[in-house]
Every structure is written in structure tokens, then in C-alpha cells.
Nanobody, 121 residues
Framework: QVQLVESGGGLVQPGGSLRLSCAAS????????MSWYRQTPGKQRELVAS???????NYASSVKGQFTISRDNVKNTVYLQMNSLKPEDTAVYYC???????????????WGQGTQVTVSS
């Protein structure tokens, strides 16, 4: 089992910045992809950004140039730097990791508990 602990959410004014962190712990699990998703009430959870173990990144078109995802493979931690925040970025942000246990072929996915980001004046 993998545990994900998220931090860094909160209330910020429009135009401000926040940095989210998500630390993964669990033995024997090889993380391949780390991602951030977000969800607002009544809407589906959407992918914000993802990063592979090799450092390849993918962003939702709505956050390109505004958010930056990065990871520390030693600490098994993924970060989301969010700049120039807008009220429409308000959501619960969830961390997700994808990986495998040893040589087993099955891929596992784990979710964090979510952290609230509110952009408001």
C-alpha cells in the first residue's frame, strides 16, 4: 500500500502563487508517473499535469505556462508550482501516482486525500 500526503493548499488572492507538495511512501513500489488532478463541485476530476520518472511532463491546456510540475525521485515527492492564480483555479487538488510492485505486470494507482485551493479576493 502507498500513502500520499499532500500539503500546500490554502487561500490566495488572484495573481498569487501556491506550491503544492505530495510525498509518497510505501515499500517495494516503483513510481512511474506522478500527477495532479483537480475537481470542483458537480464536475469530473480533471488532469492538471503529470510527470514521468524520466522527467517528461504533460499539462492541461488551461494551465500551460501558468503551472509547473516537478518531482524529486529520491524523496518520492511531486510538486505543483501554481502562478498567476485565477478564481477559476479554485478546486480540490489531488495527487495521483501510478506504478508497479517489483516485476509484477499489474499497474496500481493511488490517490491523495486532496487539498483545497481557493483563489479569491
Amino acid at each position: 500500500q502507498v500513502q500520499l500526503v499532500e500539503s500546500g493548499g490554502g487561500l490566495v488572492q488572484p495573481g498569487g502563487s501556491l506550491r503544492l507538495s505530495c510525498a509518497a511512501s510505501g515499500s517495494g513500489f516503483s513510481i512511474r508517473v506522478m500527477s495532479w488532478y483537480r475537481q470542483t463541485p458537480g464536475k469530473q476530476r480533471e488532469l492538471v499535469a503529470s510527470i514521468t520518472s524520466g522527467g517528461s511532463t504533460n499539462y492541461a491546456s488551461s494551465v500551460k505556462g501558468q503551472f509547473t510540475i516537478s518531482r524529486d525521485n529520491v524523496k518520492n515527492t511531486v510538486y505543483l508550482q501554481m502562478n498567476s492564480l485565477k478564481p477559476e483555479d479554485t478546486a480540490v487538488y489531488y495527487c495521483n501516482v501510478e506504478g508497479r510492485y517489483g516485476l509484477r505486470p499489474r499497474t496500481y494507482y493511488y490517490w491523495g486525500q486532496g487539498t483545497q485551493v481557493t483563489v479569491s479576493s
